[in-house]
């Protein structure tokens, strides 16, 4: 089971076990994890799963859809070089450790 690391905007840090196969929106939303809306149920069509992968991650993702890029230019805080939709990347062995950051907000 992966093990994922939430950060918060205010700093605060929650530790989740994943499935393989769950999305990280997934995992914050089921577990009450605040910061993370996926408001479109991980459909890519509502960006409210915005989120940025800590920079040592970044490259072990797979690569992003042209989908994705769209709806990442239309986020309610700033794009960053290491933004992702959170609905889009699901928890593999080879994610263990990852740590996602929220942005401020996301609508
Ligand atoms: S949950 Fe809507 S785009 Fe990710």
Known sequence: MPTVTYVDFQGQST????????TIMQGAVMNGV??????????????TCHCYVDDA???????MSENEEEMLEDTASERKTNSRLSCQIKATATMNGIVIHMPEEQE
């Open 57 to 63: 991650w970044l490259a072990k993702l797979p690569e």
């Open 34 to 47: 605040e910061g993370i809306e996926g408001e479109c149920s991980g459909s890519c069509a509502c960006a």
């Open 15 to 22: 530790e989740l076990d994943l499935a393989e196969g769950m």
